[in-house]
């Protein structure tokens, strides 16, 4: 459900009673079965609940965090026995986090339109810098140590002008993590530059039809959820759904801090 839009902050109201941002082992780096997710958010009083893997297409590197499309197929599987199984109880989707790779946009478009998804959110993880693929989302020192010596400011630079095309380019549903970039680097702010580009993605992401993911993880990570509270309002001024998703990556992180964001929002 999206939430209902008006001019003020506080006319919106977020629905909390799904998460829409959800992982499983099949990422190889989480944890926990399908069922044991989909368990936590019955526990949670839930109504809802997205599973959201990864796909990524093109990146080369020992890191592999993202499904095979044999692993879309276990997914699929195990996804619609456990819709079945806990019809009454939860209402569950089948997404996909896109990390979006521009040398490898139409690949990912077919892969995208060969499935009947639930939910499509864009993202982008892996930036090339000196013919490698830099992952801005680890917390692992060798990324965090190729990040710095390839320039912070220009990564995410590349990040959002990469975000931005694939908000134009690929079938997408929502926006996730907008600021999530480089969030293991706390050295990292955001310069005016990075904030223009980031409207111009909130346009785009408006001009697509595109909601836009409060993604509460960032709590936990830098004491502030993705996106910033300034974001935020940019967000809200271009009458931007909002939506929530906690990106867990074990299941008693599903629907972590939702209780806060309805009093974030308006607090804005």
Known sequence: MAPR???????????????????????????????????????????????????EEGISGNEKTWLTEEDFDSYFSEGKRLQEKYKSQLTIGLGVECGYNPDR?????????????????????????????INLFSRKEDNLKRAKESGSEQLLDAYFDTLHEAVATLPGTKLCHLDGALRFLPEIYLTDSHLKKIDQVLLAVKRRGLTLEINTSGLVIRGEQFPSRAILQMAISHRIPLVVGSDAHKPEQVGRHFDRINKLVEGL
């Not at 019955?42 to 959201?52: C, D, H, M, N």
């Not at 690949?107 to 864009?122: Q, V």
Request: glycine share 4%; aromatic share 6%.
């Open 105 to 133: 946009r139409q690949t990912l478009i077919s892969r995208l339109d060969s499935r009947d998804w639930d939910e499509i959110g864009i993202s982008c993880h892996f930036i090339k810098s000196a013919n490698e693929y």
């Open 5 to 55: 839009i008006t001019d003020s902050s506080s006319d919106i109201q977020i629905n909390t009673t799904v998460d829409r941002h959800v992982h499983t082992k099949l990422c190889h780096h989480a944890s926990g079965e399908m069922e044991d997710y989909v368990l936590a958010a019955i526990r949670q009083g839930l109504e809802g609940l997205i599973f959201l893997e990864h796909m």
